[in-house]
């Protein structure tokens, strides 16, 4: 990339996905990118030309930068999975052994650097097996349990995900030719790969939540940087700086067009300007638990709507205190959540109508439910439900 321009156009329109895999955002995948894009720079540099010699120090930061994505997200590393594999088959090319020995050492040796102070943290909450349990055998069990690396799997939701908006596709059609024209650069063939493997990666989720496809994201800049580039190229060859600007202003009309235009954008359109909608909704299960609570009361709030709490200035006292639909297959946590009830039962138990109702999260939230109507037939509970929420009242001390 030679102009500003061309990194800048590119940069907007690589993000415009993202608008609508946000979706409300506060996503663990959101967070991953900074860290993403922080090691894609650093591969640049030597893919570019920019650096000649591998530096034990770079591949350190990259180590680091992977276990931080590492300690969001598992499936978020691709980037270091793609590039780092690459740069060792090419020093092993090389036959420089020392080398690709110092690389794997300092990627390692930084990830540790990212994983020491989570290690050591846990370990001094007693809590390092319920981490490893909580985030690596929960998270696996969940990905098998909706299919995880099974082919079949795999390309539905790689071709779901990709669909969902051209501009994931579109810069890897154009980047084909580009390349193949220009006849230089052939590592740019990498972002193909790039692209499988985030593909493969956001489909190990097993289900078509569009956020598991932020991590493509990061796949885009290049790809189109590099056809923008070669366009400018031309046009500046055919008609000079006029043939130039002629094409730069033709390239933002488009860009504006297509934010009109693109109907995931306009989906999001649609999503803000019911935010007020929402609000209102949270406003009257605010209203609900301050006149039914008393400072110092606990609640539990289901339906992932953690905002409650600090809204409403009460806390849970369950360290389950965001229920989710992985309560359909460990009977363990809805367990867990029951006894939560029957021995320190919060003040107040508030459920989203919605989710009640058959709203689809798994059927968990409909068999907690049931299991309150018993405790309320006993005696324990007083129960509320309107157009929007249900809530269980104590009426134990």
Not at 34 to 44: C, W
């Amino acid at each position: 990339i030679k102009h500003r321009f061309e990194a800048l156009v590119s940069a907007c329109l690589s993000f415009v996905p993202l608008i609508y895999f946000l979706y409300g955002g506060n996503l663990s995948e959101e967070w991953s990118l900074p860290f993403i894009y922080a090691g894609l720079y650093i591969y640049l540099q030597y893919f570019t030309g920019k650096r000649r010699e591998i530096r034990a120090l770079d591949v350190a930061a990259e180590g680091v930068l992977c276990g931080l994505v590492l300690m969001i997200r598992v499936n978020g590393a691709c980037v270091f999975a793609v590039f780092s594999v690459v740069l060792l088959i090419w020093l092993l090319l090389k036959k420089d052994i020392s080398g690709a020995v110092k690389c794997i050492v300092s990627f390692f040796a930084g990830v540790l650097a990212s994983f020491l102070p989570f290690a050591i943290w846990y370990a001094s909450k007693g809590a390092l097996k319920e981490m490893w349990e909580v985030y690596i055998s929960f998270n696996m069990y969940y990905s098998e349990l909706h299919g995880g690396f099974s082919p079949g799997n795999v390309i539905s939701l790689s071709v779901y995900f990709i669909t969902r908006d051209p501009m994931l596709w579109l810069p890897f059609v154009t980047l084909l030719p580009v390349i193949l024209l220009e006849k230089k650069d052939y590592w740019r063939f990498i972002f193909y790969l790039f692209m499988g493997v985030s593909c493969l990666c956001a489909a190990m989720g097993g289900q078509p939540h569009v956020h598991y496809a932020m991590y493509l994201i990061p796949c885009l800049t290049v790809p189109i940087a590099c056809t923008l580039s070669a366009l400018l190229h031309f046009a500046s060859k055919k008609g000079g700086n006029i043939g130039a600007i002629a094409l730069r202003c033709v390239i933002i009309f488009v860009c504006v067009a297509y934010l009109r235009w693109d109907p995931p954008v306009g989906e999001q359109r649609h999503v803000f300007s019911r935010l007020k909608t929402i609000a209102s909704e949270d406003q009257r299960m605010l209203d609900h638990i301050a006149q039914n609570t008393e400072p110092g009361d606990d609640i539990l709030v289901t339906g992932l709507n953690a905002r409650i709490y600090y809204a409403s200035g009460h806390l849970c006292g369950s360290r389950r205190f965001i229920q989710h639909f992985m309560y359909d297959y460990d009977g363990a946590l809805m367990k867990e959540m029951l006894d939560y009830v029957d021995t320190d039962s919060p003040r107040l138990i508030i459920l989203p109508l919605r989710n009640v109702d058959g709203d689809p999260w798994g059927e968990w939230m409909t068999a907690f439910d049931s299991e309150l109507r018993k405790r309320m037939s006993e005696g324990h509970f007083v129960r509320y439900s309107d157009d929007v929420f249900v809530a269980y009242r104590s009426v134990e001390d």
